[in-house]
């Protein structure tokens, strides 16, 4: 069987792609620098590697066949973004390169697009603007993976057993206003991170005909409606869904009052909306529609939760 190196294996979506890995019967060889990590499946590998420290790459991808690419650091010191987002993935590129590596596959987000309204947006049609540090350091990753013949995959919304930002944040954020904006009408991109996890893998043992772009979207072929999105959410948040209809003015200033700001609301209000057919249509594969597979993780969503909810 081909062996794939893993990255970033503890997170929350690298745990998805070695629960995927590991149901393909592969042959693994795991790091994680900040989780601890066990091998689990037979024919596992775990091994010491700091993306911050190169020569500790030294010898991680020889002999492998694909390298799937889902450390990163999100938020924290600036130096510490540069010196895994840019030059980790810079030193280990050149390490799978070195080592004669055939596929690599690099997960990266649509944050680097910053901000703004899209609409069944294509990769080929964007520009990349991103607007934080950590957007920022992740572009420049790109850079690397596709100077050296690489995929990059870019998700914009991921959820699913493991999620500490999105579904929490959201969940934070209905708490805090007395009711809906506008209806929710704008609609978004997102992923479950089994259906992400599946495409990451399936790239990296694709024949290379099949992948017909350098860069793809990770989404659900049709956007999610915010109502729909929020309504899930409150469910497994146990917030009740308001009755009243806000102006944006209005929640802004709620939103205020409670020591949030503008940007808060904004992705929430303008269509994020990304074309991910191509990845699904190269990989001959489909991901589940958001209701399934919502509705798979709500009890997870509940206890994780539940913590929050009691404080």
């Known amino acids: 069987m081909p062996t794939v190196v893993i990255t970033g294996a503890g997170g929350f979506i690298g745990r998805h792609?070695?629960?995927e890995a590991g149901r393909r019967g592969l042959t693994l060889r795991l790091t994680a620098h900040h989780t601890q990590v066990r091998a689990g499946v037979p024919g596992t590998t775990v091994v010491p590697a700091d993306l911050t420290?190169?020569?500790s790459l030294r010898g991680l991808c020889d002999g492998a066949d694909a390298l799937l690419h889902c450390a990163s650091q999100i938020g924290g010191p600036d130096a510490l973004c540069e010196a895994v987002n840019a030059r980790g993935t810079a030193a280990l590129v050149a390490e799978a390169?070195?080592?004669g590596v055939a596929r690599i596959?690099?997960?990266s987000t649509a944050a680097v697009y910053g901000r703004g309204t899209f609409r069944r947006a294509r990769p080929q049609d964007l520009d990349r603007a991103p607007v934080s540090v950590t957007s920022r350091t992740r572009a420049a990753g790109e850079d690397a993976v596709l100077a050296a013949g690489g995929t990059v995959v870019r998700p914009h919304l991921v959820y699913g057993e493991g999620d500490t930002r999105v579904v929490p944040a959201l969940a934070r954020l209905l708490r805090g206003l007395p009711g809906t904006v506008e209806g929710w009408r704008a609609r978004v991109s997102a992923v479950a991170a089994e259906d992400l996890?599946?495409?990451l893998v399936a790239a990296a043992l694709a024949p290379a005909e099949r992948l017909t772009a350098p860069v793809y979207h990770a989404c659900h072929p049709e956007p999610?409606?915010?109502h729909t999105f929020l309504r899930a959410v409150s469910d497994v948040a146990s917030v009740p869904w308001p009755e009243r209809d806000l102006t944006?003015?209005?929640?802004y200033d709620r939103l205020r009052a409670r020591g949030g700001s503008r940007h808060d609301l904004d992705m929430l209000v303008t269509d994020h909306w990304f074309d991910g057919d191509p990845l699904w249509a190269d990989l001959d594969c489909a991901p589940g529609a958001f209701g399934e597979r919502f509705a798979r993780y709500g009890d997870w969503?509940?206890?994780a939760l539940a913590p929050a909810e009691a404080g």
């Open 17 to 19: 792609v070695v629960r």
């Open 197 to 199: 996890a599946r495409a």
């Open 224 to 226: 999610v409606p915010w």
């Open 105 to 107: 596959v690099h997960l």
């Open 301 to 303: 969503y509940r206890r």
């Open 97 to 99: 390169r070195r080592a």
């Open 53 to 55: 420290d190169p020569d």
């Open 248 to 251: 944006l003015d209005e929640a």
